[in-house]
Each structure stands twice: as structure tokens, then as C-alpha cells.
Nanobody, 126 residues
Framework: QVQLVESGGGSVQAGDSLRLSCATF????????VGWFRQAPAKEREFVAA????????FYSDAVRGRFTVSRDNALNTGYLQLNSLKPEDTAVYYC???????????????????WGQGTQVTVTS
């Protein structure tokens, strides 16, 4: 049974940092690209960042580029999202997702992801 489990969310002040983790179980992680999305209240789920299965390419939304960093550790079957210089508008539930094989649309399309985690809440206060 495949599971993706996010952790690392919390309540922080503007300017602080967090590191989100996405532990995966039951899938050959090294063959899967990792994507991160977020959903704020009353808004659609939006793309945040993605990393190819080989780890050679990363993609970011304009809103987070330069502040967030996506990475992976295949030995631990875990993906990460480092969130720096957090802003109140970053407040959302953050989801990780896994897509087998090559990423398309620079990782932005939700439909290409095969598995999703349950989400972790990030709250940023000013």
C-alpha cells in the first residue's frame, strides 16, 4: 500500500523558516518525481514546486521562487520542501505528490501525479 506522509508544518512568524518532509512508503521512490502543492482556505490547490525523479531539474511557482527549495533523499525515500522568508500569504495546507517517470508541464499539472499525501498545515502570522 502506497502512502505519502507529510510533516514539519506549524505556526510561525513572517520571516521564519520551516522544512516540510514527505516520507513515502510502498513505492520505488527513485523512479518518482516529487511535487508540492498548497491550498489556502477558499482557494484552489496550486502548484508550488517540483523535482524530477533523478533530481536534476527543479521547478517553482513565481510566488515561491528564491525562497523555497525542493529536494529529495532517495536513500530515505523522502522528499523535502525548505520554506524560507515565509510570508502570511504562504499560509495554506501543503501537500506532496509523487508522479512516476518523467514530469510534464514542468510539474504544474495535478493530474500527472499518481499519489498524494494528506497535507500539513503551515500558518504564517505577521
Amino acid at each position: 500500500q502506497v502512502q505519502l506522509v507529510e510533516s514539519g508544518g506549524g505556526s510561525v512568524q513572517a520571516g521564519d523558516s520551516l522544512r516540510l518532509s514527505c516520507a513515502t512508503f510502498g513505492l520505488p521512490f527513485s523512479r518518482f518525481a516529487v511535487g508540492w502543492f498548497r491550498q489556502a482556505p477558499a482557494k484552489e490547490r496550486e502548484f508550488v514546486a517540483a523535482l524530477t525523479y533523478a533530481g536534476g531539474l527543479t521547478f517553482y511557482s513565481d510566488a515561491v521562487r528564491g525562497r523555497f527549495t525542493v529536494s529529495r533523499d532517495n536513500a530515505l525515500n523522502t522528499g523535502y520542501l525548505q520554506l524560507n522568508s515565509l510570508k502570511p500569504e504562504d499560509t495554506a495546507v501543503y501537500y506532496c505528490a509523487a508522479a512516476e517517470g518523467l514530469l510534464t508541464y514542468r510539474g504544474r499539472k495535478r493530474e500527472q501525479y499518481d499519489y498524494w499525501g494528506q497535507g500539513t498545515q503551515v500558518t504564517v502570522t505577521s
